[in-house]
């Protein structure tokens, strides 16, 4: 990133036409968090237990939303991941892999019922430790987890099924790597299609997200899954790297940067490891003059706002035919002043807090990078959380293809404004950026989409709606958003070997 700014980027207050605080104030909603405990410190879970890292080292995580420390986890180091690698091997070679197949699918439902049993207490850690607003965990993220092992559950004793004509064998002991966004979710991407494969895992959450993946660890164990068949420890990059470099791990699963996907893809070349890899996004959302425009804007808002803009699939830039861009983002800016921000505990919050400190300064740096660039810049009007780490919803208009704003992923609730007059110009748009995961089409003709989606590189395009996901879709990139699919059919696919 360029460190020579020129101007100082400050938060701007835009006057609206309507005064939209009168129409649109609500008494705060919190939801309770007596049923949830949160433990002063979490050891590692490795062979069914919980255990001190080697080296006694332990690090903070804050919530975001009050910039207080929460909780601290263990730091894992080499000796740790060795530990937790052999406990998986021995699970890999012993108990786990002499299951029926139906078996392992029990435990899997298994899983996903008290998942859905524990619901409520999940959700709050979710928001607490990731600043999401409980709406969404809630609503979305706890309940696409339990139907993911609920989906995966439902695939172990058919896996002959799904690979007619081969004979599918699981790969082994998987090291699984996954970041702060979605933090449960991505757990459960991860290990419900490589449990039901008849793998065992080892896996490392986000640094800034880990008390999910703990109290996901203490489920296991009521659940009595058979011990070191999911092993979970935490850390920050280089317990990571750990992971990545350790030599019985037959297997690679990474959702995160596309910094650190390239890193990880050059450690594991020249060796017989497999990886998949799900990396960043620049999602483009195309807005023809056709498209009904009040389902289109409330689209947009859901498509960046979302879990403040940290989506890997985002639709980040909005790109509108010309003849309606006027009224889009009039109203847009209208939408855009009824939103919520503030603490995500409240149930009227729609947008939360940003996710770490790190992350609160990436996104005000391309703020002002954006500005630089000669883009000019609408916030809501809300007020913001004296404390915690809060980005107004923004829109950056006057920019063009080559600015960095619009070429590089933002992960914040930042949405970059183009417009377009033909369809081959929005295609080249949307195409022209080193990302692939997700884009949106928004029009009344069903041929149009067929014929703009098949143009569009990306594993994932959205008709008149966005970010919707189910276990059953497979998701994944082309060019620097990765490698591999996950969910779905394909998704079992990265964890067997076919014979
Ligand atoms: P990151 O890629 O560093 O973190 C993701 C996971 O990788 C975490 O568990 C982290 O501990 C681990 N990790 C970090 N370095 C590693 C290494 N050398 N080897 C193995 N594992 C390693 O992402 P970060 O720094 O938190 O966020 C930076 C940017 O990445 C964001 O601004 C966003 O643009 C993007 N991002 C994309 C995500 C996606 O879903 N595609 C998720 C998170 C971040
Ligand atoms: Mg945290």
Redesign the pocket.
């Known amino acids: 990133m360029s460190e020579t700014t020129e101007t100082t980027y400050k938060p701007t207050s835009p006057n609206s036409k309507l005064d939209f605080a009168s129409v649109w104030e609500y008494d705060p909603a919190p939801e309770s968090t007596d049923h949830v405990e949160v433990k002063e410190k979490y050891e590692l879970f490795i062979d069914g237990k919980f255990v001190k890292p080697s080296k006694g080292r332990y690090f903070s995580t804050t919530n975001p939303a009050t910039g207080k420390k929460l909780t601290e986890f263990a730091e894992a180091t080499q000796k740790d991941i060795d530990k937790a690698v052999k406990s998986a091997r021995k699970a890999f070679e012993g108990e786990w892999s002499e299951l029926a197949p139906k078996t392992r699918g029990k435990y899997l439902f298994r899983i996903a019922r008290m998942l859905q049993e524990r619901a409520r207490e999940f959700a709050v850690l979710e928001s607490m430790d990731g600043g999401k607003p409980i709406r969404e965990s809630r609503d979305v993220d706890i309940p696409l987890v339990a139907a993911h092992f609920f989906y995966y559950a439902g695939w172990a004793d058919k896996l002959e099924y799904a690979f007619p004509g081969k004979t599918p064998e699981p790969i082994g002991v998987c090291g699984q790597?996954?970041?702060?966004?979605f933090p449960l979710l991505?757990l459960a991407w991860k290990i419900a299609p490589a449990l039901a494969c008849g793998n065992t895992v080892v896996l490392?959450?986000?640094?800034?997200t880990s008390l999910t993946a703990m109290k996901f660890a203490e489920l296991v164990k009521d659940a009595g899954v058979p011990d070191g068949v999911i092993n979970i420890v935490t850390?920050?990059?280089?317990?990571?790297?750990e992971?990545?470099n350790h030599k019985d791990i037959d297997k690679i699963a990474?959702?995160?940067?596309?910094?650190?996907?390239k890193?990880?893809q050059q450690s594991l070349a020249g060796t017989d490891k497999r990886y998949s890899l799900?990396?960043?996004?620049k999602g483009a959302m195309i807005i023809f003059e056709d498209a009904p425009i009040d389902q289109a804007v409330e689209g947009i808002i859901n498509a960046i706002f979302f879990n403040q803009g940290?989506?890997?699939c985002a639709g980040s830039r909005l790109i509108v035919q010309e003849s309606v861009a006027d009224k889009v983002v009039q109203k847009l800016k209208d939408r855009m002043q009824t939103l919520v921000v503030g603490d995500p505990l409240d149930k009227n919050t729609d947008v939360g807090a940003i996710n770490s400190e790190?992350?609160f300064n990436?996104v005000n740096k391309y703020l002002e990078i954006g500005i630089n660039e000669g883009a000019d810049i609408y916030q809501c009007d809300c007020e913001l959380p004296a404390d915690g780490y809060f980005i107004r919803p923004t829109l950056l208009t006057n920019v063009s293809q080559s600015n960095r704003v619009v070429q590089e992923?933002?992960?914040g609730p930042v949405l970059t404004i183009q417009t377009f007059r033909t369809a081959d110009e929005a295609i080249t748009k949307a195409n022209n950026t080193p990302y692939g995961l997700a884009n949106g089409v928004w029009t009344d003709k069903g041929s149009k989409i067929f014929k703009i989606g098949s143009k569009l590189r990306s594993g994932v395009v959205w008709a008149n709606t966005y970010n919707k996901f189910d276990p059953t879709s497979p998701f994944g990139g082309y060019k620097e958003s990765g490698v591999g699919r996950e969910g779905g059919l394909q998704g079992l696919s990265a964890y067997v070997n076919l014979k």
């Open positions: 790597i996954i970041p702060w966004n991505m490392k959450p986000a640094e800034t850390g920050a990059g280089q317990t990571g790297a992971i990545v990474f959702t995160g940067s596309t910094r650190v996907g890193i990880i799900e990396l960043g996004g940290h989506v890997c790190n992350q990436t992923e933002i992960f």
